[in-house]
């Protein structure tokens, strides 16, 4: 299996304009994770999935970000507006239902909002 | 809220020292742990999970152990290598009927100098 892909890796936008990350989960995993990494703030969880359905968002900053998995190969995070402060590396991840959620992590998308 | 905490931040050791590092969190009742190793600009790769109810996991030079009484869990590693250098976070998955929240340290950036 090839891993979790995201895509893009690297994305440099200005401030109030749309971005979309995507990604893609390992097959066979029923769990798909998206963090947010910054030096002052560390690992974040900003929101999972089980099986395409949203089961807690309460990590999402505010109302400009949103996050959907239309399908089980398939997710976005979108931020709109974006804001400088939005800055930071975005990671994807996923696990699959078992006695022990091993989560598998992408490469990342650093996002930089000028 | 769980609150992990790692100690060292940073760690700079000599070629072929063995090392520990420590992971701390506040809520014992967590359901596992995971300790992963994350390179400069790249995603988290995952090195070893411990299940609540054992005490340790061994992978090559690596063991990892788990004291969750105490809210405690070390990675040891044994005759460290340059290769060795990265950032190491240890992540706790909490006691839940449902879900897969990890909680992260702010990592141990190692740098095993030749």
């Known amino acids: 299996d090839a891993g979790v892909i995201q895509s893009p890796r690297h994305e440099v936008t200005e401030m109030g304009q749309e971005v979309t990350l995507r990604c893609k989960p390992i097959s066979g995993h029923d769990y798909l994770f998206w963090y947010r990494q910054t030096m002052m703030r560390g690992l974040e969880l900003l929101i999972y999935f089980n099986n395409n359905v949203p089961i807690d968002d309460s990590g999402m900053p505010e109302d400009r970000f949103s996050a959907k998995m239309p399908n089980a190969s398939f997710s976005t995070l979108k931020i709109q507006p974006s804001e400088p402060r939005d800055s930071a590396v975005y990671f994807c991840a996923s696990s699959r239902y078992s006695s022990n959620n091993e989560q598998f992590f992408g490469p990342g998308t650093r996002l930089t909002v000028l | 809220k769980q609150e992990v905490t790692q100690i060292p931040a940073a760690l700079s050791v000599p070629e072929g020292e063995n090392l520990v590092l420590n992971c701390s969190f506040t809520?014992?009742?967590?359901?596992?742990l995971q300790w992963f190793r994350q390179d400069p600009g790249k995603g988290l790769t995952s090195l070893l999970l411990?299940?609540?109810?054992?005490r340790e996991q061994t992978s090559g030079r690596l063991n990892a152990s788990l004291d969750k009484s105490s809210g405690r869990s070390t990675l040891y590693i044994a005759a460290s290598q340059p290769g060795d250098s990265a950032t190491y976070l240890c992540?706790?998955?909490?006691?839940?009927?449902?879900?897969?929240?990890?909680?992260f340290g702010e990592g141990t950036q190692l740098t095993v100098n030749p």
């Open positions: 992540a706790v998955r909490q006691e839940e009927t449902s879900g897969s929240r990890l909680t």
């Open positions: 809520d014992s009742a967590i359901y596992n």
């Open positions: 411990i299940q609540s109810s054992q």
